[in-house]
Nanobody, 125 residues
C-alpha cells in the first residue's frame, strides 16, 4: 500500500520561505506523477505543482515563479520549495501521486489516487 507523509509546514511571515517534504513508501516503483495541492479554509482544493517521472513540472498560476517542485526518487521524497510567501498561500498542503500514465495534469485532482494527510502552512502579514 502506497503511503505519503508530508512534513515541513509551519508559520512564517510574508516574504519568507518554507520547504515541504513528502515521503513516499510502499510502492514497487516510483509514481508516474506526483504533485502538491492545497486547501484553504472554506475553499476548494487548488492545484499547486506537479512533476512527472522525467522531472518535467507544471505550476498553478498563483505560485508560478515563487514555488519549485522537485523529487529524489532514490530517497522516495518529493519537495516543494516555497519562496516569497503571501498570506493567501495559507492552507493545508497535500502531496499526491498516481501510476496511471505519463501525462501529469494539474487538474483534476481526482487523477491522483494516493494522498498524504496534509501539513499546515500559515503565512502572516
Amino acid at each position: 500500500q502506497v503511503q505519503l507523509v508530508e512534513s515541513g509546514g509551519g508559520s512564517v511571515q510574508a516574504g519568507g520561505s518554507l520547504r515541504l517534504y513528502c515521503s513516499i513508501s510502499g510502492g514497487i516503483y516510483s509514481p508516474n506523477c506526483m504533485g502538491w495541492f492545497r486547501q484553504a479554509p472554506g475553499k476548494g482544493r487548488e492545484e499547486v505543482a506537479v512533476i512527472d517521472s522525467d522531472g518535467h513540472s507544471r505550476y498553478g498560476d498563483t505560485v508560478e515563479g515563487r514555488f519549485a517542485i522537485s523529487k529524489d526518487n532514490a530517497k522516495g521524497t518529493l519537495f516543494l520549495q516555497m519562496n516569497d510567501l503571501k498570506p493567501e498561500d495559507t492552507a493545508i498542503y497535500f502531496c499526491a501521486a498516481h501510476y496511471r500514465g505519463s501525462i501529469c495534469r494539474l487538474s483534476p485532482s481526482t487523477d491522483y489516487d494516493y494522498w498524504g494527510q496534509g501539513t499546515q502552512v500559515t503565512v502572516s502579514s
